[in-house]
């Protein structure tokens, strides 16, 4: 059974920072590439970051300078570091994994991790 399951969220005031982590089971993790997206409430869930299964990343133009996404394919982990927040950046953040074997698509999500930028 896949599951991803992230934490990290929390209250934290606008300029401050706050690391999300993901850890996934029931995956071949080091296969698959790995992305934060996020969800404001009344709007479509939109792509904050990506690290592929190389190591390459990409990010949204909105996070661009103030997140970095890590991966630990030893823990199963990919982690968000999100610096310089900004009330704009409140929403529920999810994980999710994809990876394309054999012509299909496999993907994954999490439940999500409310973060909440105050001003």
């Known amino acids: 059974q896949v599951q991803l399951v992230e934490s990290g969220g929390g209250l934290v005031q606008a300029g401050g920072s706050l690391r999300l982590s993901c850890s996934a089971s029931?995956?071949?993790?080091?296969?698959?590439?790995m992305a934060w997206y996020r969800q404001a409430p009344g709007k479509q869930r939109k792509f904050v970051a990506r690290?592929?299964?190389?190591?390459?990343?990409n990010y949204a133009d909105s996070v661009k300078g103030r997140f970095t996404i890590s991966r630990d394919n030893a823990k199963n982990t990919v982690d968000l570091q999100m610096n310089s927040l900004k009330p704009e950046d409140t929403a529920v953040y999810y994980c999710?994994?994809?990876?394309?074997?054999?012509?299909?698509?496999?993907?994954?999500w999490g439940q999500g991790t409310q973060v909440t930028v105050s001003s």
């Open positions: 029931g995956i071949i993790f080091s296969i698959y590439d």
């Open positions: 690290i592929t299964r190389t190591g390459t990343t």
């Open positions: 999710n994994a994809e990876v394309l074997l054999a012509l299909n698509w496999h993907n994954y």
